[in-house]
């Protein structure tokens, strides 16, 4: 099996911000934390040389291939953030999903991805429930080996 190429680093988050040099993006980036901190419990850590993660878990999927993620995680990205929300492109959870995202403010979706400019303008209790709905849906589909 192939090496999962994005995994847990010994870099330390505050270095990594430290590098952003758009201060509004660091200071986002700082909201992100607590926020993402606050919903999963788990400290900050770097996974690969640009994703911000909290806790793990591990996957298998139908195919066989299987690895670790993050449970929750963002990427501040140079023209926007990407917002990791795992999970939530199963039929079930995407309609809950859509729905949230509604009220959110600007932004767009991939898969299960959310990707927004800038903090400002977003309704930051929708962007919490939409981390809250992804880690549960993580949790929920891959109970074993969380941490």
């Given at each position: 099996m192939a090496e999962a190429k994005t995994g847990p680093?010994?870099?330390?988050?505050?270095?990594?911000?430290?590098?952003?040099?758009?201060?509004?993006?660091?200071?986002?980036?700082?909201?992100?934390?607590?926020?993402?901190?606050?919903?999963?419990?788990?400290?900050?850590?770097?996974?690969?040389?640009?994703?911000?993660?909290?806790?793990?878990?591990?996957?298998?999927?139908d195919s066989g291939h299987e690895g670790d993620s993050c449970l929750a995680g963002f990427s501040p990205r140079k023209a926007e953030f990407s917002i990791y929300l795992n999970g939530t492109h199963e039929p079930e959870i995407a309609a809950r999903r859509d729905a949230l995202l509604e009220r959110l403010g600007q932004h767009r979706m991939g898969k299960g991805c959310l990707y927004v400019k800038w903090l400002e303008g977003l309704d930051m209790d929708v962007l919490e429930q939409l981390v809250r709905l992804s880690h549960a849906a993580v949790r929920e589909r891959y109970p074993a080996r969380q941490a």
């Open positions: 680093t010994g870099v330390a988050v505050d270095e990594f911000l430290a590098q952003i040099e758009d201060p509004r993006k660091r200071a986002d980036s700082q909201v992100l934390i607590e926020l993402m901190q606050r919903v999963t419990g788990h400290p900050p850590k770097m996974w690969g040389s640009s994703i911000v993660g909290f806790g793990t878990y591990h996957y298998k999927y």
